[in-house]
């Protein structure tokens, strides 16, 4: 089963609003980050964040960690139509060296 | 310069044939894996391997075998190709095991005809 869970799977939004994807996770964490993929691409990272911080920031991105309800956002304001791609969570799970993916979330901008 | 690169990005095979997947990194990185992608887009981890060392294996058939000649250098070489193995495969790497971000390849599609 996957460690991530994204909401909403799919988001539709017009171009200049605010976007805001969701994901949670089961077992503890040393560290979540988030990463960007377009169609037919690798995924890229955007943003790390560590167990030990509940916000960062990053250009027009916004990651909160609530560690008490194994729940991470992203929030990506003033959307652009290049922000067009699936968004996904990832988790390095404590004691355990490896990422695991959630199951990502379709983002489209209307220009 | 392609900090990850995959080879080939299109693998069109028939069922029954022998395929490798060839990957390699100039980042100077540990640890590389691969993942695979399935048409849901879920993205599961395959193998991981740190500096030539396989560290993990997540029960993916036999028929699946990773081999890493040097740590900038991964390759999956697949056997006999079912139609459930058509996905796009990725690999990636990090400088340490899962703690900080990964850098991925741009994917290599296979389709099973």
């Known amino acids: 089963s996957q460690q991530g869970e994204e909401d909403p799977q799919a988001l539709s939004i017009q171009e200049g609003e605010n976007a805001t994807m969701n994901c949670s996770y089961k077992t503890s964490i040393n560290n979540l980050q988030w990463y960007r993929q377009n169609s037919g691409r690798g995924l890229v990272h955007l943003i790390l964040?560590?167990?030990?911080?509940r916000e960062k920031h990053s250009g027009r991105l916004r990651v909160t960690l609530d560690t008490s309800k194994k729940s991470s956002s992203l929030l990506i304001t003033a959307s652009r139509a290049a922000d067009t791609a699936s968004y996904f969570c990832a988790t390095d799970l404590a004691g355990n060296e490896k990422l695991t993916f959630g199951t990502g979330t379709r983002l489209t901008i209307i220009p | 310069d392609t900090a990850v690169s995959q080879t080939p990005k299109y693998l069109v095979t028939q069922m029954g044939n022998d395929k490798s997947i060839k990957c390699e990194q100039n980042l100077g990185h540990d640890t590389m894996y691969w993942y695979k992608q399935d048409s849901k887009k879920f993205l599961k981890i395959m193998f991981s391997?740190?500096?030539?060392?396989?560290?993990i294996n997540e029960t993916v058939p036999n028929r699946f075998s990773p081999k890493s000649p040097d740590k900038a250098h991964l390759n999956l070489h697949i056997n006999s190709l079912e139609l459930g193995d058509s996905a796009v495969y990725f690999c990636?790497?990090?400088?340490?095991?899962?703690?900080?971000?990964?850098?991925f390849g741009q994917g290599t599609r296979l389709t099973v005809v």
């Open positions: 391997y740190n500096n030539k060392e396989l560290i």
């Open positions: 990636a790497s990090t400088p340490t095991g899962g703690y900080t971000e990964a850098f």
């Open positions: 964040i560590r167990s030990n911080e």
